[in-house]
């Protein structure tokens, strides 16, 4: 199997590793001359994830047999055009995936089959002030077809979006940016699998985000059960039906966000992908399920055995576990706690750092930014509270001054805190 992988950054690297591990020859596409997947891959296409085109010619230089992504969004686009010319297994077509990574199109489908959804316009760099008479602020101001939080920014009044969509804009491939109401909220995201229509709800986990700062939304953490799939756990599974339903969606993942506050659930955005919170980590911890595996045959042979996913009930699995998205204050690092030393530490299953000695981190404004991930476990939620407390305070990251960079959940002022679901 010659396999096209889009994407070679942090996200991609396990799917490189399992492809390889499966004796495949592996094709990485990715603009970065020096993305960390090049290295693990037999070939390296130096395009971009966001250009069919470019990557649809790489597909046919290399003779690609298979394409896939994991843990992004806007290349699930790209990796169905490549499938439809090159006529290659892939689990959503064109106008589907469409659908899923841009917001314009997923927005419209939402009033189109009564999702739940904020209120919204679509606006130009030159827009009307009039357009905007009614709407009510504070807002949300994102691109229609961008990832990694980036271009996202909370704005409270006319003047502010108008000084921010051109940046906005600057992420997109659209001329039009999305200005949403801002829903105060806890956010939630439902990870599943789909077989030939009949979906399986794999995990909810509560998706901890800076809120209160003007770059909203970066996500901090999730944490599996999440607080509200007690009293949710019905609703949240039926308003999944009728979104897989009304997108026409039928096989393989699906990573969707809901909003919970106090006019109850409402959609924030979906996806047909892996998550990029390292689910492809997480769902075997979680739910004793190989996601990894189910999407390699998918996207390999064009059919995968989902035998496990028979009679699995999320609800029995009593497992708790925390992906925790680090990040460091802005600085020069002079050393780095390694990997192999978080990995000690009490109930850490996966450690990953992103820096080392040496580098020079920059201000967070996006996910981009991030600084590593672990991914703790625990006996029940106080233990992995407990193993997560004990893991960020092994943890140091060091400039030259001996100051510590780690950011820890207690310095964010929004109070970022964990919620017990038992509680």
Same mark, same amino acid.
């Given at each position: 199997?010659?396999?096209?992988?889009?994407?070679?950054?942090?996200?991609?690297?396990?799917?490189?590793? =399992?492809?390889?591990?499966?004796?495949?020859?592996?094709?990485?596409?990715?603009?970065?001359?020096?993305?960390?997947?090049?290295?693990?891959?037999?070939?390296?296409?130096?395009?971009?994830?966001?250009? *069919?085109?470019?990557?649809?010619?790489?597909?046919?230089?290399?003779?690609?047999?298979?394409?896939?992504?994991?843990?992004?969004?806007?290349?699930?686009?790209?990796?169905?055009?490549? *499938?439809?010319?090159?006529?290659?297994?892939?689990?959503?077509?064109?106008?589907?995936?469409?659908?899923?990574?841009?917001?314009?199109?997923?927005?419209? %489908?939402?009033?189109?089959?009564?999702?739940?959804?904020?209120?919204?316009?679509?606006?130009?760099?030159?827009?009307?002030?009039?357009?905007?008479?009614?709407?009510?602020?504070?807002?949300?101001?994102?691109?229609?077809?961008?990832?990694?939080?980036?271009?996202?920014?909370?704005?409270?009044?006319?003047?502010?979006?108008?000084?921010?969509?051109?940046?906005? %804009?600057?992420?997109?491939?659209?001329?039009?940016?999305?200005?949403?109401?801002?829903?105060?909220?806890?956010?939630?995201?439902? &990870?599943?699998?789909?077989?030939?229509?009949?979906?399986?709800?794999?995990?909810?986990?509560?998706?901890?985000?800076?809120?209160?700062?003007?770059?909203?939304?970066?996500? %901090?953490?999730?944490?599996?059960?999440?607080?509200?799939?007690?009293?949710?756990?019905?609703?949240?599974?039926?308003?999944?039906?009728?979104?897989?339903?009304?997108?026409?969606?039928?096989?393989?993942?699906?990573?969707?966000?809901?909003?919970?506050?106090?006019?109850?659930?409402?959609? &924030?955005?979906?996806?047909? =992908?892996?998550?990029?919170?390292?689910?492809?980590?997480?769902?075997?911890?979680?739910?004793?399920?190989? *996601?990894?595996?189910?999407?390699?045959? %998918?996207?390999?042979?064009?059919?995968?055995?989902?035998?496990?996913?028979?009679?699995?009930?999320?609800?029995?699995?009593? =497992?708790?576990?925390?992906?925790?998205?680090?990040?460091?204050?802005?600085? =020069?690092?002079?050393?780095?706690?390694?990997?192999?030393?978080?990995?000690?530490?009490?109930?850490?299953?996966?450690?990953?750092?992103?820096?080392?000695?040496?580098?020079?981190?920059?201000?967070?404004? &996006?996910?981009?930014?991030?600084?590593?991930?672990?991914?703790?476990?625990?006996?029940?939620?106080?233990?992995?509270?407990?193993?997560?407390?004990?893991?960020?305070?092994?943890?140091?990251?060091?400039?030259?001054?001996?100051?510590?960079?780690?950011?820890?959940?207690?310095?964010?002022?929004?109070?970022?805190?964990?919620?017990?679901?038992?509680?």
């Amino acid at each position: 199997m010659r396999r096209l992988i889009l994407g070679g950054g942090g996200c991609q690297l396990n799917l490189i590793r =399992r492809a390889k591990e499966r004796g495949e020859f592996v094709i990485v596409a990715d603009y970065l001359k020096n993305c960390p997947g090049a290295a693990l891959a037999d070939a390296h296409a130096k395009v971009s994830t966001f250009d *069919a085109e470019g990557v649809l010619r790489a597909a046919r230089e290399f003779k690609a047999q298979s394409v896939v992504t994991l843990g992004t969004d806007q290349p699930v686009l790209t990796a169905a055009r490549v *499938a439809e010319a090159l006529k290659l297994p892939f689990y959503v077509d064109v106008h589907t995936a469409l659908a899923v990574t841009n917001k314009r199109v997923m927005k419209s %489908l939402f009033l189109e089959h009564g999702i739940p959804t904020l209120n919204y316009v679509l606006l130009a760099a030159d827009f009307d002030e009039a357009e905007l008479k009614s709407f009510r602020f504070p807002a949300v101001l994102k691109p229609v077809d961008s990832q990694g939080q980036r271009g996202i920014f909370r704005v409270e009044s006319i003047a502010e979006v108008k000084r921010h969509i051109a940046e906005t %804009l600057s992420f997109s491939r659209e001329d039009r940016a999305l200005l949403e109401e801002f829903y105060p909220n806890d956010e939630i995201t439902v &990870n599943g699998w789909l077989d030939k229509g009949r979906l399986t709800v794999l995990s909810v986990v509560d998706r901890v985000t800076i809120k209160n700062t003007k770059h909203i939304g970066i996500c %901090l953490c999730h944490n599996f059960p999440s607080v509200h799939l007690k009293r949710y756990h019905g609703e949240i599974t039926a308003l999944t039906e009728r979104i897989v339903r009304a997108f026409k969606l039928e096989n393989g993942p699906i990573y969707f966000q809901y909003l919970v506050g106090d006019r109850g659930i409402k959609v &924030n955005e979906i996806a047909a =992908r892996i998550g990029g919170a390292y689910e492809d980590l997480t769902l075997p911890h979680i739910a004793g399920i190989d *996601a990894l595996s189910l999407l390699l045959d %998918l996207t390999g042979i064009g059919r995968c055995d989902t035998g496990a996913l028979e009679g699995y009930d999320m609800m029995k699995r009593g =497992r708790f576990v925390s992906t925790q998205l680090y990040f460091f204050k802005p600085g =020069r690092l002079a050393s780095v706690t390694p990997d192999a030393a978080m990995l000690a530490c009490p109930g850490v299953l996966h450690a990953k750092g992103f820096y080392c000695a040496g580098d020079t981190v920059p201000e967070t404004e &996006n996910a981009t930014a991030r600084a590593g991930y672990l991914i703790v476990e625990g006996s029940g939620f106080k233990n992995m509270l407990q193993n997560v407390n004990d893991a960020f305070l092994h943890m140091k990251a060091l400039d030259p001054m001996g100051n510590d960079l780690v950011i820890r959940y207690e310095d964010y002022p929004d109070k970022y805190l964990f919620a017990d679901p038992n509680a």
